[in-house]
C-alpha cells in the first residue's frame, strides 16, 4: 500500500515535508516514476509533481513551482514532497502514486492545513 505522513495545521508562510512509503506488496518501486498528487475540499484530484525513475527529472505544476520539491530515495520505496511558502490555497489531502500511466490503489493520504 501507498501509505503518506507528514501532514499537519501550519501558518501561511511555513513548510511541510510529507513522506510516502511504498509497502508491502505494491509494484517495483524503482521502476516507476512516481508522483504526487492533492484533492481539497469540493474539487477533484490534482497533480502536484513527479519524479522520474531514478530521480533525476521532475515536474511540477504551476501553481507549485519554486516552492515544492519532489525527490525519492529507491532504497527505502519513498517518495518526499518539501513543501515551503505554504499558501492557504494548498490547503488538501496529499496522496502518492505513479506519476504516470494506470494509478495503483489509492491510499489515505495525508491532510494539510494551512491557515492564513
Known amino acids: 500500500q501507498l501509505q503518506a505522513s507528514g501532514g499537519g495545521l501550519v501558518q501561511a508562510g511555513e513548510s511541510l515535508r510529507l513522506s510516502c512509503v511504498a509497502s508491502?506488496?505494491?509494484?517495483?518501486?524503482?521502476?516507476?516514476?512516481m508522483g504526487w498528487f492533492r484533492q481539497a475540499p469540493g474539487k477533484e484530484r490534482e497533480f502536484v509533481a513527479a519524479?522520474?525513475?531514478?530521480?533525476?527529472?521532475?515536474y511540477n505544476e504551476d501553481s507549485v513551482k519554486g516552492r515544492f520539491t519532489i525527490s525519492r530515495d529507491n532504497a527505502k520505496n519513498t517518495v518526499y514532497l518539501q513543501m515551503n511558502s505554504l499558501k492557504p490555497e494548498d490547503t488538501a489531502v496529499y496522496y502518492c502514486?505513479?506519476?504516470?500511466?494506470?494509478?495503483?490503489?489509492w491510499g489515505q493520504g495525508t491532510q494539510v492545513t494551512v491557515s492564513s
Open positions: 502514486n505513479k506519476g504516470w500511466g494506470q494509478p495503483y490503489i
Open positions: 508491502g506488496r505494491t509494484f517495483d518501486f524503482s521502476d516507476y516514476g
Open positions: 519524479v522520474t525513475m531514478t530521480g533525476d527529472i521532475t
